[in-house]
Structure formats: C-alpha cells, structure tokens
T-cell receptor, first 114, second 117 residues
C-alpha cells in the first residue's frame, strides 16, 4: 500500500506570511496532484505535476515535484484570508490494476488570519 | 455544466437499515470511485470502477457494495450500516487516458455526510 505523509496537519498564520506544505512518500508516483477543499464542498484540483523536478506556478502558489517523483511541496507567497481551506496532495499510480488510483495525504488545514 | 452529483447531501440512519447513496456524472468519464473522508486520515478509496460492469475494491471496501450498470451512475450501497461507517463520503470521476499520461485528475461531488446511530 502506498502512503503519502503530508505536513503540517494544521497551519495558522497571519495575512501576508509565506508558507510551505510538504507531501512525502517512499513510493514513486506517475503524477502528483494538489487539491483544495472548502467546508461543505468536494476537493477541487489545483494542479498536476508529472515530470520529476517540475515546478508549476498558479498566481501566488508554487508547486514542485521532487526529482525522484516521491515528494512534492506547495508554497504560498503572501497568504490571504481567501487561501483558507484544506489542502490535499494525491499521488497517482499508473500501473496495472491500480489504473487511476489516487493515494491521498492526510491534508493540511490552513487558516489565514486578517 | 460539467459536474458530479451526489444524493443525499446529509443522511442520518440507524444501524442495520440498508441505504444507497447515488452518484451521477455528466462528463462521460469511464473511471469512477468512492472515497470516505475522516479527520486525520484524508481520503480513502472504498471502491472504484473502470467502466460499465467493471468494479473493484479500493483500500477500505468492507461493509460497502457498488454497481455500475450505466456509465454515468455509480451508486454506493451499505447493506447493513454500522456506526463506524459514520463519515463524509465523496464520489469522483476521472477522464480517460490521454496517450502516455494516464489522466487521473478527479472531479468530486459535493459529498454526503452520513451518520449511523
């Protein structure tokens, strides 16, 4: 069974601060996805990284996939209250009978105070 | 509008009373799955389906059943619910393979909060 360890589980910061969320595994994934979930809603995809070492930017959010495709990070610059939510990483297993399977990390609850 | 629709959104039931949570997607996706979300555990896959009449167990299938008679629908069935199945449930669908990159980006429903007393 593949596992994804996400840290930290809780993050409470002031508006304007920077933060990084980490996602680590001993397994190799074909791709790594980051989702954001708001209360009462399902997770919504933010980004998918596929290539080892890949960096993607989405406004103030920067996503990186590790060279060995076992880990990923999400960095938010100058956080805003609108960034508050649950952030989830998910690794995709492309092989054999596990086609399409996503393994999720435990999630990071981010609270940005005005 | 492309979407995954789950019903009901909220459900309180008693131990042992059979229930079904419906899931429907309008994106013609082949791959569909059910997850449960519990605090500190993230999302765990219950069952998945690669296409019509093709289903298989995920990581936590005990106490659940599914069926896939049509491409758009993937109901989750709890034959005899127990309190440890109290959880937030999500249905998700994914688009088909795009060449060498298997597209597993999941589109989620809004969730069903189930309480079994």
């Amino acid at each position: 069974t593949q596992l994804l360890e996400q840290s930290p589980q809780f993050l409470s910061i002031q508006e304007g601060e920077n933060l990084t969320v980490y996602c680590n595994s001993s397994s190799v994934f074909s791709s790594l996805q980051w989702y954001r979930q708001e209360p009462g809603e399902g997770p919504v995809l933010l980004v998918t990284v596929v290539t080892g070492g890949e960096v993607k930017k989405l406004k103030r959010l920067t996503f990186q996939f590790g060279d060995a495709r076992k880990d990923s990070s999400l960095h938010i610059t100058a956080a805003q209250p609108g960034d508050t939510g649950l952030y989830l990483c998910a690794g995709a297993d492309a092989g054999g009978t596990s086609y399409g399977k996503l393994t999720f990390g435990q999630g990071t609850i981010l609270t940005v105070h005005p | 509008e492309a979407q995954v629709t789950q019903n009901p959104r909220y459900l309180i039931t008693v131990t042992g009373k059979k229930l079904t949570v419906t899931c429907s997607q309008n994106m013609n996706h082949e791959y569909m799955s059910w997850y449960r979300q519990d605090p500190g555990l993230g999302l765990r896959q219950i069952y998945y389906s690669m296409n019509v009449e093709v289903t298989d167990k995920g990581d936590v299938p005990e106490g659940y059943k599914v069926s896939r008679k049509e491409k758009r629908n993937f109901p989750l069935i709890l034959e005899s619910p127990s309190p440890n199945q109290t959880s937030l449930y999500f249905c998700a669908s994914s688009p088909p393979n795009r060449g060498r990159y298997i597209n597993t980006e999941a589109f989620f429903g809004q969730g069903t909060r189930l309480t079994v007393v």
